[in-house]
């Protein structure tokens, strides 16, 4: 759904730029932190290209009224708050919107980012980058952003790069930065790349391997988890999805390790097996053979242990 219009506020009261910086301080390190304002200035277009039609603020408590029913997939994330605005240029057919998302640290912008991949990373935009024919998506520092054809006129896609490149420049956190560590536990061998999603609740999960509403991993905020797709030898057509947990405590992932062993709905998606290593918990869904999952559960725990020593 989008919107039509001039300018807008839709901000929620409780989220107040003064608010959302305070919230910001206690989770960077940074000499600035963005506030909500800031990310107006982030929204720098190319030459030829203009401003035009609406300018909107959103919160958490309102962001259902534009992504309608996809907000808590966002909020799944520290979402803190969305600006939006329209671009046009006169000799092009066509609008693109920019819209950048304000998450609470940079591993969840990556985050965000990673759970919905489809085209190809054009390179020199934000951390990464994925440019389709009538979107691009990057992240950078605490920020996601799309920048989309919203009229679908097609060959758009190097004024597409160029918002991204503007945009990228405006935002004052260094691009590569922030990754989730979490990320270098993943075995490299047979890993397919773009598969790779950070997330920390069970809607976000559920896109990838559906464990219902029971939330049997007991997922959320105070969590962290990796999962990726397995090709499962280089002449196989057999895959398998990995998924890695951090718990606040061993006593936590043991649970869940529990519950998903008896849970229906991880039989019905092709529960492999399941094991934990101290805070965090490894299970695997697919094709997966035992000695796999063995191999790669040692592999696992060895790169944890080198985590604990650093």
């Excluded at 990373?121 to 520092?141: N, R, T």
């Excluded at 043991?254 to 965090?280: F, M």
């Excluded at 796999?292 to 040692?298: E, G, H, V």
Aim: glycine content about 10%.
């Amino acid at each position: 759904m989008y919107l039509t219009g001039t300018v807008q506020v839709l901000f929620s009261p409780l989220l107040t730029g003064v608010f959302l910086t305070a919230v910001l301080a206690c989770s960077y390190s940074g000499s600035e932190d963005p506030s909500i304002d800031d990310l107006r200035s982030f929204a720098v277009p190319p030459g030829n290209w203009a401003q035009d039609g609406i300018d909107v603020f959103y919160g958490p408590a309102n962001l259902h009224e534009y992504v309608n029913g996809g907000a808590e997939r966002y909020l799944g994330y520290g979402f803190s708050g969305l600006y939006i605005a329209d671009f046009t240029n006169s000799s092009k057919q066509g609008t693109l919107r920019v819209e950048i998302y304000l998450m609470d640290n940079p591993a969840n912008a990556y985050g965000i980012f990673s759970s919905d991949r489809s085209g190809r990373d054009p390179g020199g935009i934000g951390s990464d980058a994925d440019l389709g024919d009538y979107l691009l998506q990057f992240w950078q520092g605490p920020c996601f952003v799309r920048v989309q054809d919203i009229d679908l006129s097609g060959g758009l896609g190097e004024e597409l790069a160029q918002f991204g490149r503007k945009i990228g420049a405006a935002i004052p956190f260094p691009a590569g930065e922030g990754r989730p560590r979490l990320l270098k536990a993943l075995p490299s061998e047979g890993v397919v790349e773009e598969s790779i999603c950070y997330f920390h609740t069970h809607i976000s999960l559920n896109s990838f391997v559906y464990l219902g509403d029971s939330n049997p991993l007991n997922l959320g905020m105070q969590t962290g988890a990796v999962t990726a797709e397995y090709a499962l030898g280089r002449s196989s057509r057999k895959y398998c999805r990995l998924v890695l947990v951090r718990y606040p405590s061993p006593d936590d992932a043991r649970k869940a390790a529990r519950a998903v062993k008896l849970s229906p709905e991880a039989q019905s998606a092709g529960l492999v097996d399941i094991s934990t290593a101290g805070n965090h918990l490894l299970t695997v869904f697919g094709d997966a053979p035992a000695d796999w999952f063995n191999r790669i559960k040692l592999e696992i725990a060895d790169t944890l242990s080198r985590f604990q020593e650093e």
